[in-house]
């Protein structure tokens, strides 16, 4: 098993419509958790980061942590068209000071909005 | 927020020849940089950590010896790509995190083509 999976889709949405992204993930050290967004040719965007359990809100975006069932989510209200990319969830064990965390990615689900 | 740049952002190169790849944080210290690298299609996979300073930490299966990293600065962090081969085709991507324990930000991608 993976440590981090998630599904490559492709997903493709009507303009306004409510988008649910997810991962799951098998080590159950991870507490940090992250959600970058990654257009064609560019390098990865942070879009929201979340500590351990529970909901994190940010405009259109919602980040949700549920550690005991290991799976994250995204959540996109009113998506529109800009936000075609490929969504990659992300997550650690760790954020130290002065140190390094190693980042596990997932592969990344790309989204297309249509007008 | 944090910037981040790389350059070049494309280069193509014959097989046999080296290439560096420069990552510059612009308006924050990175004491440590990390370098990745993906695939089509594919998640990020992480290549090697580095601190400022210090020799860099690479990932298992990642030969240090061709891919020498120097992370001279607080600001500046290379990959030189040693007598690449076709195989070494990729995207590569710089991140960096400053010294408050806050999350990587990353650059916009080299693109690395060996003919």
């Known amino acids: 098993q993976k440590e981090v999976e998630q599904d490559p889709g492709p997903l493709s949405v009507p303009e306004g419509a409510i988008v649910s992204l997810n991962c799951t993930y098998s080590n159950s050290a991870f507490q940090y958790f992250m959600w970058y967004r990654q257009y064609s040719r560019k390098g990865p965007e942070l879009l929201m980061y979340?500590?351990?359990?529970g909901n994190k809100e940010d405009g259109r975006f919602t980040a949700q942590v549920d550690k005991s069932s290991k799976y994250i989510s995204l959540f996109i209200r009113d998506s529109q068209p800009s936000d075609s990319a490929t969504y990659l969830c992300a997550m650690s064990p760790y954020l130290t000071q002065g140190g390094s965390e190693k980042l596990v990615f997932g592969k990344g689900t790309k989204l297309t909005v249509n007008p | 927020g944090a910037v981040v740049s790389q350059h070049p952002s494309r280069v193509i190169c014959k097989s046999g020849t080296s290439v560096k790849i420069e990552c510059r944080s612009l308006?924050?210290?990175?004491?440590?940089m990390f370098w990745y690298r993906q695939f089509p299609k594919k998640s990020l996979m992480l290549m090697a950590t580095?601190?400022?300073?210090?020799?860099?930490?690479?990932e298992q299966g990642v030969e240090k010896d061709k891919f020498l990293i120097n992370h001279a600065s607080l600001t500046l962090s290379t990959l030189t790509v040693t007598s690449a081969h076709p195989e070494d085709s990729s995207f590569y991507i710089c991140s960096a995190r400053g010294s408050l324990g806050d999350t990587q930000y990353f650059g916009p991608g080299t693109r690395l083509t060996v003919l």
């Open positions: 580095s601190n400022e300073g210090s020799k860099a930490t690479y």
């Open positions: 308006d924050f210290q990175a004491t440590t």
């Open positions: 979340t500590y351990s359990s």
